[in-house]
């Protein structure tokens, strides 16, 4: 049927004259399927398509694959997961502009690769290609780069369609974090409402209510604050020990949000002098003789951030105080905050234990995002990283949950929060630093971590 069509098609073509000089018919061949004419192939704008590219002076790495810029890595912070846009390829041919978008901030970045030897400074290798990164909050990140197929996975020509997939395919790993321990001694508030201190396998039930729970880096002591009025403001500081399973009162009076210093030889506290919140210690062994640190008022103290400096907040700024009372640093919580977020006292602030750049703030939102719990007795809470130097934030809780007071893990990359879902009662959950994998961890709130 092809073949009479195609000889009509001919035959109406060539007009009369065609006609009467037409030879006479002759036997024609078995006709065979036509081949069909394969499309050109697509043209790659990148070379290589494996590519990793790094840099000193701040350490820096990018990944770009397939498709352009993956991820860029600095130490010390969370993983920048990239959106790749267009390439622009030189006409010198020897050059190639990726454009990216940060997926935590939706800033737009480029990276300008060249093929020219390239030296990073600390060793004699001798690099193919220049890379230089160009992040409106990061800055210039210049170094070199190298093909790098074997950080990739193995490409191969399957298609989507393949009956086998579904058995050779493995799941996505729910986070590229690794080498994150789980932490052995922690402390919280069970769903009773009771102070549990947990070392290993071993619970212990420390006291029938409290607040403000402290844990020390060895795991061992419990500060935690007992109100001793129903109807006033007098409270006190409480140290349980693991080992004995004996609790003893440090210090009474207006107090609160007490803090082990690094080294577990100092505590930090709150407490209430001429109408002011200000900044006391006092030596673990010596808590008969608490000292004043910081007159000035400060609405929440928020821990240390070395063995020589606390951080506090009060509505407007977040105050850097060395151990001699001296304010360090400064900075205005407005900007820290950005407008997503409002400053509320009981908000909290914790450094990296690694990082001191790096910041983890609990707070609630400004206007609650889609999908947010909805709950009248509380407001929808997030919960933030903020990088001082770069003034970027990126939210790090689900939409779904009202997350308050978040912890770091003492590795750097964990972090701990309480949750609260549209049903089901308040929990702690776990999500790594790059905002993957969140999953409930225990049926508890208030949750510390020791070691």
Wanted: charged residues 20%.
């Amino acid at each position: 049927m092809r073949s009479t069509f195609f000889g009509f098609i001919l035959v109406a073509s060539t007009g009369s004259s065609a006609r009467a000089q037409a030879p006479a018919p002759t036997k024609k061949p078995p006709s065979s399927p036509t081949t069909p004419v394969a499309p050109a192939a697509p043209q790659s704008k990148h070379y290589p398509i494996l590519l990793l590219a790094s840099g000193n002076n701040p350490a820096w790495s990018l990944r770009i694959g397939q498709k352009g810029p993956e991820r860029l890595d600095r130490p010390g912070y969370p993983p920048i997961t990239l959106e790749p846009a267009e390439v622009a390829h030189e006409p010198s041919g020897d050059a190639w502009t990726y454009h990216a978008k940060d997926t935590g901030t939706g800033t737009a970045l480029t990276i300008h690769l060249s093929r020219e030897a390239c030296y990073d400074g600390m060793s004699a290798t001798k690099y193919t290609f220049r890379a230089v990164v160009e992040h409106p909050q990061l800055g210039t990140l210049s170094g070199c780069a190298r093909i790098a197929a074997e950080l990739f996975p193995r490409i191969t020509n399957q298609t989507d369609d393949d009956a086998d997939d579904a058995a050779k395919k493995k799941p996505a790993p729910e986070t590229t974090v690794t080498g994150f321990k789980p932490p052995t001694a922690v402390a919280y508030v069970n769903a009773a409402d009771k102070i549990v201190l947990s070392r290993g396998t071993v619970k212990k039930i420390v006291a029938p209510a409290g607040a403000d729970l402290a844990l020390s880096h060895d795991g061992k002591k419990l500060l935690y604050v007992r109100s001793d009025s129903k109807s006033g403001p007098d409270s006190t500081i409480a140290l349980y020990e693991f080992d004995t399973g004996r609790s003893r009162d440090l210090v009474h009076g207006n107090v609160r949000q007490p803090f082990w210093s690094p080294d577990d030889a100092r505590i930090a506290y709150l407490t209430n002098q001429d109408q002011k919140w200000q900044i006391w210690t006092l030596q673990a062994a010596a808590p008969e003789t608490p000292a004043p640190l910081y007159a000035n008022n400060i609405d929440a103290l928020q821990g240390w951030v070395d063995a020589h400096t606390l951080l506090g907040t009060d509505l407007q700024n977040a105050y850097w105080i060395a151990d001699d009372g001296k304010i360090t640093q400064t900075a205005l919580l407005q900007n820290i905050y950005g407008s997503s977020f409002q400053i509320r006292e009981s908000d909290t602030v914790r450094v990296n234990p690694g990082n001191p750049d790096l910041l983890l703030v609990s707070a609630s939102y400004t206007t609650p995002p889609p999908g947010a719990p909805a709950d009248a007795n509380h407001l929808s809470g997030g919960i933030f990283l903020y990088e001082l130097r770069a003034k970027r934030r990126v939210i790090l809780t689900p939409p779904d949950q009202s997350a308050s007071h978040g912890e770091w893990s003492q590795d750097g990359v964990q972090v701990f929060y309480t949750a609260r879902l549209a049903s089901g009662p308040p929990s702690t959950y776990r999500i790594f630093w790059d905002g993957s994998a969140s999953k409930r961890y225990i049926l508890a709130t208030n949750f510390v971590i020791g070691q």
